[in-house]
């Protein structure tokens, strides 16, 4: 790693200037609304960027021109200044109302002391989500009837099963099984957020949960799924446990090391998928024998990726689209069946990078990731992708700072803390097929309160909020 800062360019210290800047910024705001999702995108933009650059090897970096990783750089301090800026109005346009009723709800004594879930809610929610997910396993077991005790510990087969067809090309009721794969994914995810923040029986069980259920995507090729189900808990506990700093600061290290080594052997296996000698052995071997060599690190190359990218639109081999990658992410949702020709999204830069297939459905082999701030050059170019994807993650931070401001609502402090935990997984794309966990959350959120006729806040009917027992008043115009 030091190696690394002798051959930094001077816009690598540059962005670690503006980092601690900024970082240091949040720290001392940090009771203001925007301050957490913040530094969680400071955080991501560490773990992608700065992370990549300084646990490569030297060898890694010589493919590109020293102007090339200068100019990834300079994108990344622009993305950090930009984010910082918009980030402060827009967390002002969100956060003005919810605030206001915050501030009515501290005059009336109705806010609770602490940051924390209802233990009536939470009991309820866990009965919801273990309803939900046995009714999941149920459609697990009707297409792997002879082999589903495997949904539940997958190394009882060598190669993972699905609970659900899943398919690259989206196609027929496809749509339907991803939905219910993202649904699975939040159930999940849920459970470690109960686990950490209940207290008695409910945790307990939420903890039996966790430890039936997690293994399924635990044994696994996709890391992001594996952050999806951890993250929201872990922020769970930083933000609203109340243990002592030291405690949080060593459960973080611990938590860091430990994911390292797990995602390492992943990687180990991740080409053969053979479960039976993950475990076994510790590590795949190769087909001469030779255990493989650990590969922990690959798929965090997002700055790399930036090189690539600018070196490919410097050369005239890759053009940005002006905004059609960003469109095709905005429509994603829209199944393929009502929209045989919908865009699919990253195909043209994947070609580019050389990974283009004839003889696959979608006309590569694999598709690329091109990072949060790559995705903006690959759509607006070298010099406005970076404002694009910064102004694009200001409005995910401040609509998570939006929830933050509402987590008098317990069910809204669960999303938040859902939100923040997908966030790091946005750093190599802004896309909703990281996202989608969360939007069915929120839909679902919507959906509850409307039934039970509520505003956002969570504190009284709409109908009520004109009545003479009600103390909050429409603002005049």
């Given at each position: 790693?030091?190696?690394?800062?002798?051959?930094?360019?001077?816009?690598?210290?540059?962005?670690?200037?503006?980092?601690?800047?900024?970082?240091?910024?949040?720290?001392?705001?940090?009771h203001l609304p925007w301050a957490k999702p913040a530094v969680v995108v400071y955080g991501t933009v560490i773990f992608w960027y700065t992370g990549d650059f300084l646990l490569s090897t030297s060898i890694a970096y010589q493919v590109f021109a020293k102007e090339v990783i200068t100019l990834a750089f300079f994108q990344v301090s622009i993305f950090l200044i930009g984010?910082?800026?918009?980030?402060?109005?827009?967390?002002?346009?969100?956060?003005?109302k919810p605030l206001r009723i915050r501030k009515n709800q501290f005059i009336r004594g109705t806010v609770p002391k602490h940051d924390s879930f209802s233990p009536r809610l939470l009991k309820s929610l866990l009965a919801l989500l273990i309803s939900g997910w046995f009714a999941i396993f149920l459609i697990g077991v009707s297409f792997s009837p002879s082999v589903w005790p495997?949904?539940?510990?997958?190394?009882?087969?060598s190669e993972k099963i699905g609970m659900y067809p899943l398919e690259r090309v989206g196609s027929g009721a496809s749509f339907i099984f991803n939905a219910i794969g993202y649904i699975h994914i939040l159930i999940c995810s849920l459970f470690g957020v109960i686990a950490v923040t209940a207290r008695g029986p409910i945790r307990w069980i939420a903890i039996m949960m966790v430890f039936l259920t997690w293994p399924y995507f635990w044994f696994d090729r996709y890391r992001n799924r594996m952050l999806a189900l951890l993250l929201p808990g872990l922020a769970g506990f930083l933000l609203l446990g109340k243990h002592r700093l030291t405690t949080k600061i060593a459960v973080g290290a611990i938590f860091s090391i430990g994911l390292s080594v797990w995602f390492s052997k992943v990687m180990e296996s991740r080409s053969e998928r053979n479960l039976t000698a993950f475990l076994e052995n510790g590590a795949v071997e190769s087909a001469g024998g030779v255990p493989k060599k650990s590969e922990g690190r690959e798929g965090q190359d997002m700055l790399k990726?930036?090189?690539?990218?600018?070196?490919?639109?410097?050369?005239?081999?890759?053009?940005?689209?002006?905004?059609?990658?960003?469109?095709?992410?905005?429509?994603?949702?829209i199944p393929r069946t009502l929209w045989p020709g919908k865009p699919m999204v990253g195909i043209d830069y994947s070609i580019a990078r050389g990974f283009g297939a004839s003889r696959e459905a979608a006309g590569v082999n694999t598709t690329?990731?091109?990072?949060?701030?790559?995705?903006?050059?690959?759509?607006?170019?070298?010099?406005?992708?970076?404002?694009?994807?910064?102004?694009?993650?200001?409005?995910?931070?401040?609509?998570?700072?939006?929830?933050?401001?509402?987590?008098?609502?317990?069910?809204?402090?669960?999303?938040?803390?859902?939100?923040?935990g997908l966030t790091l997984n946005t750093g190599r794309d802004l896309t909703f097929l990281v996202l989608f966990p969360f939007a069915f959350g929120y839909i679902a959120l919507r959906l509850f309160e409307l039934s039970r006729h509520r505003s956002p806040d969570g504190t009284a009917p709409r109908r009520s909020l004109s009545s003479p027992q009600n103390p909050i008043r429409p603002e005049k115009p």
């Amino acid at each position: 790693m030091i190696e690394r800062f002798n051959v930094a360019p001077w816009t690598f210290w540059l962005h670690l200037v503006v980092l601690a800047v900024l970082l240091f910024e949040s720290l001392r705001k940090w009771h203001l609304p925007w301050a957490k999702p913040a530094v969680v995108v400071y955080g991501t933009v560490i773990f992608w960027y700065t992370g990549d650059f300084l646990l490569s090897t030297s060898i890694a970096y010589q493919v590109f021109a020293k102007e090339v990783i200068t100019l990834a750089f300079f994108q990344v301090s622009i993305f950090l200044i930009g984010f910082r800026f918009l980030l402060g109005y827009f967390s002002r346009r969100f956060c003005e109302k919810p605030l206001r009723i915050r501030k009515n709800q501290f005059i009336r004594g109705t806010v609770p002391k602490h940051d924390s879930f209802s233990p009536r809610l939470l009991k309820s929610l866990l009965a919801l989500l273990i309803s939900g997910w046995f009714a999941i396993f149920l459609i697990g077991v009707s297409f792997s009837p002879s082999v589903w005790p495997a949904l539940i510990w997958p190394p009882l087969l060598s190669e993972k099963i699905g609970m659900y067809p899943l398919e690259r090309v989206g196609s027929g009721a496809s749509f339907i099984f991803n939905a219910i794969g993202y649904i699975h994914i939040l159930i999940c995810s849920l459970f470690g957020v109960i686990a950490v923040t209940a207290r008695g029986p409910i945790r307990w069980i939420a903890i039996m949960m966790v430890f039936l259920t997690w293994p399924y995507f635990w044994f696994d090729r996709y890391r992001n799924r594996m952050l999806a189900l951890l993250l929201p808990g872990l922020a769970g506990f930083l933000l609203l446990g109340k243990h002592r700093l030291t405690t949080k600061i060593a459960v973080g290290a611990i938590f860091s090391i430990g994911l390292s080594v797990w995602f390492s052997k992943v990687m180990e296996s991740r080409s053969e998928r053979n479960l039976t000698a993950f475990l076994e052995n510790g590590a795949v071997e190769s087909a001469g024998g030779v255990p493989k060599k650990s590969e922990g690190r690959e798929g965090q190359d997002m700055l790399k990726e930036l090189c690539w990218i600018n070196t490919y639109v410097e050369s005239g081999r890759y053009r940005p689209n002006w905004g059609a990658r960003y469109f095709g992410e905005i429509v994603n949702p829209i199944p393929r069946t009502l929209w045989p020709g919908k865009p699919m999204v990253g195909i043209d830069y994947s070609i580019a990078r050389g990974f283009g297939a004839s003889r696959e459905a979608a006309g590569v082999n694999t598709t690329i990731s091109t990072g949060m701030i790559g995705q903006g050059c690959v759509n607006f170019g070298r010099f406005f992708g970076p404002p694009v994807a910064a102004l694009l993650f200001a409005l995910w931070a401040a609509f998570l700072a939006r929830l933050w401001c509402q987590r008098a609502v317990s069910l809204r402090l669960a999303l938040f803390l859902i939100g923040m935990g997908l966030t790091l997984n946005t750093g190599r794309d802004l896309t909703f097929l990281v996202l989608f966990p969360f939007a069915f959350g929120y839909i679902a959120l919507r959906l509850f309160e409307l039934s039970r006729h509520r505003s956002p806040d969570g504190t009284a009917p709409r109908r009520s909020l004109s009545s003479p027992q009600n103390p909050i008043r429409p603002e005049k115009p």
